[in-house]
């Protein structure tokens, strides 16, 4: 009888821990991450789980701040107008443009190495002496571009300005995954970030990616609600931390390998 009764007791007793820390876990604060998984190394999928860069980011904001992590993946161009709670951020390899600044706040930058790329069929297009493509051979042509992105941005204003993509006509594709799947149907070739128009180059026997020649680099910021300045100076602080550990890189290594088309 005592036997069965000490069981009982740990029975409750184990339940009882069960069930508070379901609740510990309840009490926690979400924190939304919107991103937009078509854009490798940053994020992208793997069978039914969006991985990458920056969702290795998000998940050490997450911990950081004792947060629980949710990803929400939407459209690229919805994300930066729809940052308005103060538990959202948006982490999408998002390029840090005036334009942006307007409506949310930006981090330090944790990654500058992004300029335009173009994707196109192999051997489509002539490298010039600093194996760059020139804007030149871009004219008149279909571009698919991620819409709402900063490649969307720049070949729609060199084409109304009649700079560099002159006569060029930019097709806009959910994003640059779907856009590449598209060369040579419904695009001609595809602009989209350096390190994605790499990725998708070396997923693609068909296909290969190079710098547009003149134009400028790129840096990628998370966004927080304009004004949120506690979260901000907690990413700031956090991502300083990661940048200072080597982090970054090594993650950027680690999502570089292959990606699953
Ligand atoms: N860096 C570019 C921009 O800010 C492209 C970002 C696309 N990101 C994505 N997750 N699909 O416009």
Redesign the pocket.
């Known amino acids: 009888m005592k036997k069965i009764l000490v069981i009982l007791l740990i029975i409750v007793f184990a339940c009882s821990l069960f069930v508070l820390s379901a609740c510990e876990k309840d009490k926690k604060t979400v924190l939304y991450v919107y991103?937009?998984s078509?854009?490798p190394p940053?994020?992208y999928s793997k069978g039914d789980e969006i991985v990458g860069v920056d969702i290795e980011i998000a998940k050490a904001i997450a911990k950081e701040l004792g947060m629980e992590l949710v990803v929400r993946d939407v459209m690229?161009d919805s994300i930066v107008s729809g940052i308005n709670e103060d538990n959202a951020i948006g982490l999408?390899?998002?390029?840090i443009t005036p334009d942006r600044e307007q409506a949310v706040d930006f981090s330090i930058p944790y990654f500058g190495d992004?300029i335009q790329y173009v994707i196109y069929p192999k051997g489509a297009l002539e490298l010039n002496d600093e194996l760059m493509i020139e804007g030149d051979l871009l004219k008149n042509k279909v571009l698919g571009v991620?819409t709402g992105?900063?490649?969307d941005n720049i070949v729609q204003v060199e084409v109304k300005e009649g700079g560099l993509f002159a006569g060029a006509t930019a097709k806009g594709y959910d994003?640059a995954l779907i856009a590449a799947d598209d060369i040579g149907s419904g695009c001609d070739y595809v602009v989209i970030?350096r390190l994605t128009a790499l990725q998708i180059a070396a997923a693609n026997n068909n296909l290969e990616a190079s710098q547009i020649a003149g134009l400028d680099a790129?840096s990628?910021g998370i966004a927080v609600k304009k004004g949120n300045k506690v979260l901000l100076n907690a990413i700031n602080w956090i991502l300083h931390n990661l940048l200072e550990e080597g982090k970054i890189d090594q993650w950027l290594e680690e999502h570089s390998e292959s990606i699953e088309e």
Not at 92 to 95: D, E, M, N, V
């Open positions: 991103t937009e078509g854009f940053f994020e690229f999408a390899g998002i390029t992004a991620q992105t900063t490649g994003n970030d790129e990628y």
